[in-house]
């Protein structure tokens, strides 16, 4: 299947400025809420469409997307940068990698579960704060090699840069206050070891919440 990696702008227009309150709001869980819907509109062309495409927002104002289908024009955005993408990789090549993941596991009984929300859970609620990265990084990178032993790769090297929560307007945990939206940010090498089972994984994205900026790993070639 032929995709598109797109390089998407906001629009610098008077009209599209007027709108930025709405289109990119300051708190994080509504902007990202307002960019899924502001990126729909270039992509749903119908009421019966499924989402085909990932995004991951780079900076205010940038997005970049994965998808089935080239984005439509809008005036909300200034004019698309799309190329195909078609990466040639085969079997003991290495690359570089950043994912931007909402990384989850099913426990026993069913339950899906955040991987660092639960690994942070038996500890002491004052204790957890401090023990956040050291937690991240285990069960974040525990969990992309378990990705990797499926998705036609092994994981050379990876580091966690980041993680965070964010709460959806009108999404609520089980119990009050709970944030129920781990973001985690990894970086690193992996060697592709099934070519084309690898880059169908990369064209699906990784983790949950792809339709809210997670799940598009970014590749570039090692010099």
């Given at each position: 299947?032929?995709?598109y990696?797109?390089?998407?702008?906001?629009?610098?227009?008077?009209?599209?400025?007027?709108?930025?309150?709405?289109?990119?709001?300051?708190?994080?869980?509504?902007?990202?809420?307002?960019?899924?819907?502001?990126?729909?509109?270039?992509?749903?062309?119908?009421?019966?469409r499924?989402?085909?495409?990932?995004?991951?927002?780079?900076?205010?104002?940038?997005?970049?997307?994965?998808?089935?289908?080239?984005?439509?024009?809008?005036?909300?955005?200034?004019?698309?940068?799309?190329?195909?993408?078609?990466?040639?990789?085969?079997?003991?090549?290495?690359?570089?990698?950043?994912?931007?993941?909402?990384?989850?596991?099913?426990?026993?009984?069913?339950?899906?579960?955040?991987?660092v929300?639960?690994?942070?859970?038996?500890?002491?609620?004052?204790?957890?704060?401090?023990?956040?990265?050291?937690?991240?990084?285990?069960?974040?990178?525990?969990?992309?090699?378990?990705?990797?032993?499926?998705?036609?790769?092994?994981?050379?090297?990876?580091?966690?840069?980041?993680?965070?929560?964010?709460?959806?307007?009108?999404?609520?945990?089980?119990?009050?206050?709970?944030?129920?939206?781990?973001?985690?940010e990894?970086a690193?090498?992996?060697?592709?070891?099934?070519?084309?089972?690898?880059?169908?994984?990369?064209?699906?994205?990784?983790?949950?919440?792809?339709?809210?900026?997670?799940?598009?790993m970014?590749?570039?070639?090692?010099?």
């Amino acid at each position: 299947m032929t995709r598109y990696l797109s390089r998407l702008r906001l629009s610098h227009s008077p009209s599209a400025r007027a709108l930025a309150p709405l289109l990119m709001p300051s708190e994080a869980g509504h902007r990202r809420s307002a960019a899924h819907n502001l990126l729909w509109s270039i992509f749903a062309d119908g009421p019966d469409r499924k989402r085909d495409f990932l995004w991951r927002q780079e900076g205010d104002n940038t997005f970049l997307t994965l998808s089935a289908r080239p984005p439509a024009s809008s005036e909300l955005f200034e004019p698309h940068q799309i190329k195909p993408f078609a990466p040639v990789v085969v079997a003991g090549d290495r690359l570089e990698f950043r994912l931007r993941a909402n990384a989850t596991r099913m426990k026993r009984g069913g339950a899906r579960v955040d991987v660092v929300m639960d690994a942070l859970h038996g500890l002491p609620s004052e204790d957890r704060a401090e023990k956040r990265m050291e937690f991240a990084t285990s069960a974040g990178s525990d969990w992309l090699s378990r990705q990797g032993d499926r998705a036609g790769f092994c994981v050379l090297d990876a580091t966690v840069e980041d993680y965070s929560v964010e709460l959806l307007p009108g999404h609520r945990g089980p119990r009050k206050g709970q944030p129920q939206f781990g973001i985690i940010e990894i970086a690193g090498r992996l060697e592709v070891t099934d070519p084309e089972i690898f880059l169908d994984h990369v064209g699906k994205g990784f983790g949950r919440a792809k339709a809210f900026g997670c799940g598009l790993m970014l590749l570039r070639r090692l010099p």
